[in-house]
């Protein structure tokens, strides 16, 4: 079965400093991944997805990610990191056949302090 | 070039009654899904639509239901609303690889 899992629920990071947040992900052939930002009552803004080609991707905001197969991971990160930053981030998989359904993993909560 | 919009934004319900949520993809995407949104739960998968179809459905009972226009809107209906279905419900249009989440609708069950 298709899983996503982030193992973090908070990440607390300073203002400046590199971040990081944890994706890895379980799905049978080739994956489709995605990060995506929600910001208090808002929806899911897309950050970046990676479908194939190069393992670095570069998303929007300074943020890019690194798919790695023999890990199954998808971390996201960011060189230095703003207050502005701080929200909730998704990580998703496109489930295989031909459907458009996305697999959530439960969200991590980026805090960044001034 | 327009978002999905989702209308309404916010929506207070009595339990027992019903509700229906709209959803308009961006111009040109034939495929819409709605998922929907709670602290316990996370974001789960309700169903997709595709060219007026139902293509995938989730695991949620009955009394969530659905359909898609020819115009390609989007329409998600809860019969006999319960508090448990207070949520964030999202729509997402997609087209080749892409995905594109509307602003959501917050229903309140009272």
């Known amino acids: 079965a298709q899983s996503v899992a982030q193992p973090e629920d908070q990440v607390n990071v300073a203002e400046g400093n590199p971040l990081t947040v944890k994706c890895t992900y379980s799905v049978s052939g080739n994956p489709y991944l995605f990060w995506y930002v929600q910001y208090p009552n808002r929806g899911l803004q897309f950050l970046l997805k990676?479908?194939?080609?190069?393992?670095l991707v570069k998303g929007s905001y300074g943020f890019e990610a690194e798919f790695n197969k023999s890990q199954t991971s998808f971390h996201l990160k960011k060189p230095s990191a703003l207050v502005s930053d701080s929200a909730l981030y998704f990580c998703a998989v496109r489930s295989g056949g031909a459907t458009n359904k996305l697999i959530f993993g439960t969200g991590t909560l980026l805090a960044v302090q001034p | 070039k327009a978002g999905v919009t989702q209308t309404p934004r916010y929506l207070i319900k009595t339990r027992g009654q019903q509700v229906t949520l709209s959803c308009s993809p961006i111009s040109g995407h034939r495929s819409v899904s709605w998922y929907q949104q709670t602290p316990g739960q996370g974001l789960q998968f309700l169903f997709e639509?595709?060219?007026?179809?139902?293509?995938n459905k989730g695991n949620f009972p009955g009394r969530f239901s659905g359909r898609q226009f020819s115009n390609s809107r989007s329409e998600m209906n809860v019969s006999t609303l319960e508090l448990g279905d207070s949520a964030l419900y999202l729509c997402?249009?997609?087209?080749?690889?892409?995905?594109?989440f509307g602003s959501g609708t917050r229903l309140t069950v009272v």
């Open positions: 639509y595709f060219s007026e179809t139902q293509r």
């Open positions: 990676y479908i194939t080609g190069d393992n």
């Open positions: 997402a249009s997609s087209l080749g690889g892409s995905y594109t």
